[in-house]
């Protein structure tokens, strides 16, 4: 399939070289040619300001130079009427005879329609979710998992060849504290009186985990230390991590372990690097503190950490990498983490984030372009918070998974395209505020059903010609009405919608795209019928097709957004 903007961008361009090359417009390089819907679609299809571009570069009236343009405009199919427009837009309208023959080209495009080619021999990865296994996925988590996975869908759309991504950190002070939650757990079942550890993890999901432990282990493990404990808890968290994504249909290629950075010496391998470029020095405080921080380190005794002069790359401050304990902080192993995916040889490697990392990705950014890797590569889109309502009021969390909502909950109300697609169709840069009423509600008022049942409804049509024998071959789809050529331009517009998601890291655009599509869809359905007295056999053949062609355009919908085509409900 075309994408029509980019088409018609084409046209005028080989127009105003034909012009220049018959001297009716001056010789200029020709800047980029914009071509978009107008905001009025009753104007045209497809418009262009580039003759009000142009006005001072050729020394004529914008209008004119519309008119010149359009005089030199190559033949093209889909090109139907062409006009100036007020000060100078040349507005296309799309060849109705060529629109009613995309039927057929979106039918043999099928699972594949609007394939692009913007990726094509290139490999991308997606890293998301990311989750330390110390607890349940809960529903902030699965909002990037879901952003992340759609992404992915829209990439490998986009013909990259594309690698799912989990970051697996089971090391650190968070890992330990669960490890020791557990001992504690398990120890107070067995009728020990020990006290949870401060910054422990309160979910009644440690006590069912410590249940399982002491039935297989008995009391053998009552003199163990915390290790052990966080390994037995971190497989049994882990393992309901993934069994949760997979209930959303998403599945990671690759699960890289943190802890590989430090067995192969790659953490401490980017601080050397950092330091042999002059970015790394010791000091109690930054270089740029002022001196009443410095007076205040000294009386304290404060003992010097390892900096990154991030100060130097637009950063308000300069950051600790190695704390005083010789401990690194996040930054430093999330910067040879990302070394080692530039290595591993991606084309486009994008991160998906929630709000609390705003601050460390752009720390970890610039330590990549001290290193003199291109951070153009690499893509962050930060999303922001789920609030979940029932019966309009907030629900605040569960006390099984520690005051936070696990999707698993979730998932066992709705099911998992409703999850998919409200934490889908909300910018990022927005929060969520999901209803659980609504995503539950089977009627219209729920976007869910409503996108879902327009494959539905063409799925239902088929069946009813299977029954009668009726089938589409050999229609004549110049009989096609005006509705349906509204709803095939609507279709043309698919390519343009996936373009800007794809540019923009912006999934909800075709959420958006989708319900709007539905909403266009069906009132037609309501007044296009196929099996009716009054309809003829050659215009229900024609209408056939033209719903063969609606259901490949649903069901490609549905599956770039990772929900599922039902063929009934």
């Avoid at 970051?167 to 557990?182: D, I, K, P, V």
């Avoid at 493990?221 to 991590?241: D, R, T």
């Avoid at 704390?323 to 991160?351: C, I, W």
């Avoid at 009716?532 to 033209?546: C, G, K, W, Y």
């Amino acid at each position: 399939m075309k994408i029509m903007p980019k088409e018609h961008a084409a046209l005028i361009r080989r127009a105003i070289e034909s012009a220049q090359a018959a001297g009716e417009l001056p010789a200029f390089e020709i800047p980029e040619v914009r071509v978009q819907p107008p905001a009025n679609p009753e104007l045209a299809d497809y418009a262009s300001p580039v003759a009000m571009q142009l006005g001072k570069l050729a020394r004529k009236a914008p209008a004119q130079v519309a008119e010149i343009i359009i005089r030199h405009l190559p033949e093209a199919p889909f090109v139907g009427e062409v006009s100036v427009a007020g000060p100078g837009f040349i507005n296309f309208r799309l060849s109705e005879a060529w629109l009613k023959q995309q039927v057929e080209a979106i039918i043999a495009e099928g699972e594949g329609l609007f394939t692009l080619d913007i990726g094509q021999g290139k490999r991308a990865q997606v890293e998301f979710v990311s989750a330390n296994p110390t607890g349940p996925l809960h529903i902030g988590r699965t909002r990037g998992a879901i952003v992340g996975d759609t992404i992915a869908r829209l990439l490998e759309a986009a013909g990259y060849t594309v690698e799912r991504e989990y970051y697996f950190n089971n090391a650190g002070r968070q890992m330990e504290m669960l490890g020791r939650t557990l001992q504690v757990r398990y120890l107070q079942m067995i009728g020990h009186d020990v006290a949870m550890p401060a910054d422990g993890y309160a979910g009644e999901y440690l006590k069912e985990i410590a249940e399982e432990l002491l039935q297989e282990v008995g009391e053998d493990w009552i003199g163990k230390g915390w290790q052990p404990f966080k390994e037995y808890a971190e497989k049994i968290i882990f393992g309901w991590i993934r069994n949760s994504l997979h209930r959303l249909g998403v599945y990671h290629d690759v699960f890289f372990n943190e802890n590989s950075l430090y067995d192969d010496g790659s953490v401490w391998k980017a601080l050397d690097d950092l330091r042999a470029r002059g970015f790394v020095y010791e000091a109690a405080v930054w270089e740029g503190a002022d001196e009443a921080e410095r007076a205040a380190a000294e009386a304290q005794g404060t003992p010097a950490a390892t900096w990154f002069r991030s100060s130097t790359l637009g950063d308000e401050k300069d950051r600790v990498v190695v704390k005083a304990s010789g401990d690194p902080t996040y930054t430093l192993p999330d910067v040879a983490y990302h070394v080692n995916k530039f290595e591993r040889g991606f084309d486009q490697m994008v991160n998906i984030l929630g709000a609390d990392h705003g601050t460390q990705y752009k720390t970890v950014q610039r330590g990549l372009t001290a290193l003199g890797y291109d951070p153009a590569k690499l893509h962050v889109v930060i999303h922001q918070m789920v609030r979940i309502y029932k019966d309009g009021q907030l629900i605040k969390g569960s006390t099984r998974a520690g005051d936070v909502i696990p999707i698993d909950d979730v998932l066992d109300i709705v099911g998992s395209d409703p999850v998919r697609y409200f934490l889908l169709a909300r910018s990022t840069n927005t929060d969520v505020d999901f209803d659980l009423d609504l995503a539950i509600a089977r009627n219209n008022e729920n976007p869910v059903f409503y996108i879902q049942n327009a494959h539905v409804r063409c799925a239902g049509i088929f069946r009813m010609a299977d029954e009668q024998g009726f089938t589409d071959e050999g229609a004549d789809l110049d009989l096609l009405g005006e509705n349906e050529a509204a709803f095939l331009r609507q279709v043309l517009r698919m390519g343009e919608a996936l373009t800007y998601a794809i540019d923009e890291m912006a999934p909800h655009q075709i959420a958006f795209y989708a319900l709007e599509t539905a909403r266009l869809f069906h009132p037609l359905y309501d007044s296009v019928r196929v099996f009716h007295s009054e309809v003829p056999e050659d215009v229900a053949r024609a209408r056939l097709r033209f719903y063969h062609a609606a259901k490949v355009v649903f069901h490609r919908l549905l599956t770039l957004m990772g929900m599922s085509a039902p063929e009934v409900m």
